[in-house]
């Protein structure tokens, strides 16, 4: 935490811009940003500082997958004699928040996907950036009262991870379940209410 006050904010929030597009976990940032800049900076600033630099990861991320890094990707797959797949955009939306709570994929390889599927960007950063922020939002109190030593709010930050989990779990179930169930349909059928 030292190490990273003496760097100060500008290196700090620049680096969690860039480092988890190279497939750095950005959860250290969330768990340190609170303690090390918020007496200086103040919690709301660093939080804001902390949602800018997600965005703007978000943006970096979306841009190799789609534009950099797709190119060599398809002309491999192409070689392989196989096809990159693309996201009907009438599935763009749910399909960007199945990934997002998927668990298990990192963060990049989660963004990666997305920008490679051709998801549009103004759905993938209006999905992606809410969903990303309100974990680390969460995981940014955690470690913030962590740091001062707070027990109990701590506890609180670690249940409200824990139910934000379960509900989003719940919510990619029920999203998975609905897909199926319009995968199932003929083309005449209608939903059942």
């Not at 991320?61 to 789609?66: C, E, G, I, M």
């Not at 009438?90 to 599927?117: E, K, N, S, W």
């Amino acid at each position: 935490l030292a190490l990273m006050r003496e760097v100060g904010p500008g290196i700090f929030f620049a680096a969690m811009t860039v480092l988890p597009a190279a497939g750095f976990p950005i959860s250290p940032f969330w768990l340190t940003a609170g303690p090390v800049f918020a007496g200086q900076l103040g919690l709301p600033v660093v939080i804001a500082c902390c949602g800018a630099a997600l965005a703007a990861n978000l943006a970096i991320t979306y841009w190799l997958a789609r534009y950099a890094f797709r190119p060599p990707l398809v002309w491999l797959v192409r070689r392989l004699g196989y096809e990159l797949p693309r996201v009907a955009p009438t599935d763009q939306v749910g399909v960007t928040v199945l990934v997002r709570l998927t668990p298990g994929p990192p963060f990049c390889v989660q963004g990666y996907l997305l920008g490679l599927a051709e998801v549009r960007f103004r759905t993938y950063l209006a999905v992606s950036w809410p969903i990303s922020m309100t974990f680390g939002v969460v995981f940014f109190y955690f470690g913030d009262s962590l740091a001062q030593g707070k027990g109990k709010l701590a506890l609180l930050a670690f249940c409200g991870l824990m139910a934000l989990g379960a509900g989003l779990k719940f919510l990619r179930g029920r999203m998975l379940r609905k897909q199926a169930a319009r995968e199932e349909m003929e083309p005449g059928d209608t939903p059942e209410s």
